[in-house]
């Protein structure tokens, strides 16, 4: 779909009053994040190849490095507080998962997750949302449950921690001293995004 | 900020510095005793200390390891519980609703659950303390329930999101208002009035939020109370049937502070957690557990919701996300196939949040999550605040395994039973009739979200069926006390903070008069 805010770009106003200082110093930290090594090389292609499934980079914008926060918080292993009694912690069950699904890749298709189609991975990741996996390796590790309670909240949230997703669907942004004075339908402050073929407000 | 010693017994320990205790230590303190209030979490500085982003700000949540169990295994975090120095109040949402007055008494009037200890005229009094004390903002005239005073601030405007809600309640011909919120609509000292900018649940930069830290806990360090933060504590220590003090975990050690009272406040699911990891010999079950219900009945809130597209920019992230409200079938019993009540509120996700509610909720990803979320500005919703019944089966245990500090971690065991499913399906159904009146399509239903804890130290009148009596004292220990969330015999279907405050400042009323009695 086309980008429905394209002139607009939330760092633009990383300068002023809407962003503090602690807030322009943890997304600028953010944003320079590179990928720690911690991951096997197979692991670490199986995890680049998912996250472009599950959240694929916005158009002309700058890309949003999902896979190095992601790894940070693996290495990290830092607990959410709420584990599911099914689940190990954090960076054990990603190692599982990722080893899983790649296991379940061979199964299917004898090649690496990394490697398989668009089509292909889809459905592979399609069969895990289900339970409807092949690979032993899913045996003591429920494939549902490593989706829903880890991987997909674990990637989509690395993903929208980043400005580029947060401009493409026309979120403000940080705000903060400055927050917003127009509250009502269709109304928008000057520093707010403008919406494509939308000719409300500011 | 005063500091006491090690050496000596301070009057009052209390464990835990969130709506309960940093209500108490203010009001302890003012009445002259001497206190130490302990958090496990920092003392935050908001204005120099908070980013606009959730990804940091995750630092207030209480995100050490829980296990979770059962046929529905809650997800807390960030939605749940807080490790600062203010407890959950620091990034909670600020609505601020009274019991309506039969709920105080849900057994005997209405046939459901348990009654509470207490005289909802009584507590009503108390509310308006509280009220005046948060400067809470709100409407002219409250549409439910008796006569109240008027509220201290005048409400917020409604935002595009809360609009929404008022059109869709008038369309149903049910009444709605501007919801009470702990955020200033008018500068009060030197904070100026909330400026809008919707990041609220994960802390408030300006200091308009009236959280506990903003509130509350300047009064006790002006009445000599020490906030000790980053002090984890572990056990209370007991002897001869009384307890002694607290082993806590502060700068790497050990430490132990004696205390003439302690008051546990870490919320419901910490605080029997150190009360069962307190279990010592003269305790083999852990403290004031005779009646076995310590961690039992476990209450969270129904939080589902209702979403939909409308052609307005709604652009939802702006002012604090729930700026209106309807408490109709907290009030309405006709039509219900269900025990209890429930509360709705408009609603304002930030990016994160928006995303796993798509992604788990409705199961998207690729495309196809990426495309949904570029229309949230279009997007609307409604969520409830729903009573979940007491029972004995959801729980908080003791896990096998052990934390940071070596101590065992709790295990939350949780299900929903048949009434929580047909308030739910009443709720959803109404929720979706509200958003089909104003025009919204696309219409979907998240139907897990779960909020708030309560009930896993219950109060009442007899100490077989409860952990403390009507004062908050438990039943078993006179020197220990149990002030938060924990208390509740029932949860009502409204947002708990306003009450478990209220119930705050009652018990220090109780100890003082006890201690007046007895000198
Ligand atoms: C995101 C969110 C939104 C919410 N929105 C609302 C709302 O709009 N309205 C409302 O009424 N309620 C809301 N709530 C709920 C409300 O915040 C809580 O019900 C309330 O704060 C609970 O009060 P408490 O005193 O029981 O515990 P808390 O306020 O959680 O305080 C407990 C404190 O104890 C500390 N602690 C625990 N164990 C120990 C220990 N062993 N040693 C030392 N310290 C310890 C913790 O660090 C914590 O700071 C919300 C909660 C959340 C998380
Ligand atoms: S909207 Fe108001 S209360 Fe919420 S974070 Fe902003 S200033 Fe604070």
Redesign the pocket.
């Known amino acids: 779909m086309a980008d429905r805010y394209p002139d607009y770009d939330v760092l633009a106003k990383s300068d002023t009053l809407s962003w503090n200082p602690v807030t322009r110093k943890v997304i600028a930290e953010r944003m320079a994040t590179a990928e720690p090594d911690i991951l096997s090389p197979e692991q670490h292609a199986t995890l680049r190849r998912l996250i472009e499934r599950i959240v694929p980079q916005p158009d002309n914008r700058p890309p949003v490095n999902t896979v190095a926060l992601l790894l940070h918080r693996i290495m990290a292993n830092r607990p959410d507080g709420y584990r599911h009694h099914r689940l190990p912690p954090l960076r054990e069950a990603w190692t599982i998962g990722l080893a899983a699904i790649d296991a379940e890749a061979q199964a299917r298709h004898g090649q690496p997750f990394a490697l398989l189609s668009n089509r292909e991975a889809d459905d592979l990741l399609r069969a895990i949302e289900a339970s409807e996996t092949q690979a032993e390796a899913w045996q003591d590790f429920p494939p549902a449950l490593f989706w829903s309670w880890r991987l997909i909240p674990d990637i989509v949230s690395a993903y929208y921690a980043h400005p580029s997703a947060w401009s493409a669907m026309g979120f403000g942004g940080p705000a903060s001293p400055r927050g917003y004075v127009r509250l009502l339908a269709n109304r928008r402050d000057p520093w707010e995004a403008r919406e494509e073929g939308n000719h409300h407000g500011a | 900020m005063r500091s006491y010693s090690e050496t000596e017994a301070v009057d009052f320990v209390i ?8 209500t108490l230590a203010a009001r302890l303190a003012e009445a002259g005793f001497s206190v130490i209030a ?4 920092p003392y935050w500085r908001p204005l120099e200390d908070f980013a606009s982003d959730e990804t940091h700000q995750e630092k207030l ?2 995100t050490d390891e829980r296990i979770v169990d059962g046929e529905h295994p809650i997800k807390l975090g ?20 009274r019991f309506r007055p039969e709920h105080f008494k849900a057994r005997t009037k209405l046939g459901y659950g348990a009654d509470w200890p207490v005289d909802w005229r009584e507590m009503w009094r108390y509310y308006a303390e509280v009220e005046d004390a948060l400067k809470i903002a709100g409407p002219v005239r409250y549409p439910w329930g008796p006569h109240r005073g008027r509220y201290p601030y005048r409400a917020h405007p409604l935002n595009a999101a809360a609009e929404y809600l008022a059109r869709g309640a008038e369309a149903l011909g049910i009444d709605w208002t501007e919801t009470p919120l ?1 955020t200033l609509s008018a500068p009060r000292g030197k904070a100026h009035p909330c400026v809008y900018r919707g990041f609220c ?1 994960t802390g408030c930069s300006t200091n308009a939020k009236q959280s ?1 830290l903003v509130t509350w806990l300047p009064r006790a360090l002006a009445a000599g109370a020490e906030i000790r933060d980053l ?4 056990q209370i220590e007991t002897k001869n049937g009384r307890v002694t003090g607290v082993q ?1 975990h502060r700068e790497g050690e050990w430490r132990f502070q004696p205390a003439r009272n302690v008051i546990v ?4 699911i ?2 029997p ?2 009360l069962l990891n307190s279990a010592n010999g003269e305790f083999p079950n852990g403290l004031a557990n005779s009646s076995g219900l310590v961690g039992k009945n476990l209450m969270v809130q129904l939080n589902q919701a209702v979403w939909g597209i409308v052609e307005d920019e709604v652009r939802s992230y702006k002012g604090p996300p ?1 700026l209106a409200i309807s408490e109709h079938w907290n009030y309405e019993d006709r039509g219900k196939d269900y025990f209890g009540g429930w509360s709705y509120m408009s609603q304002g996700p930030l990016p994160i949040t928006w995303a796993r509610t798509l992604s788990g909720g409705r199961g998207l990803w690729g495309q196809a999550l990426i495309d949904e979320m570029a229309r949230v500005n279009h997007s609307v919703g409604l969520k409830m605040v729903g009573e979940v019944l007491p029972d004995e089966r959801n729980r908080v245990t003791l896990a096998d395994e052990c934390d940071q500090y070596g101590l065992r971690i709790p295990r939350v065991t949780f299900a929903f039973r048949d009434n929580e499913k047909a308030m739910i399906r009443h709720a959803l159904d109404f929720m979706d009739q509200s958003l089909a009146a104003t025009g919204a399509t696309e219409r979907w239903q998240e139907s897990d979200d779960t ?4 009930g896993t130290a219950r109060m009442g009148n007899d100490p077989a069926t409860s952990v403390v009596n009507s004062d908050c004292r438990s039943w078993d220990i006179p020197n220990l006390w149990i ?4 208390i509740f015999p029932t949860v009502g279907g ?7 405050q209220a119930m ?1 400042c009652r018990t220090a009323d109780r100890i003082l008069l006890a201690n007046h009695e007895a000198s």
């Open positions: 464990v835990g510095t969130g709506a309960g205790g940093g302990m958090d496990a979490g949540y209480w960030s939605n749940n519980s807080g490790k600062s120095v203010g407890g959950s109040t620091v990034h909670f949402a600020m609505v601020s609703l702990a649940v506990v002090a984890m504590v572990g806590y406040a870490g919320y419901a910490e605080t957690r150190l729930s909020c708030h804890l309560n002030c938060d969330g924990s409204v947002n708990p903070s306003l009450t478990i705050a």
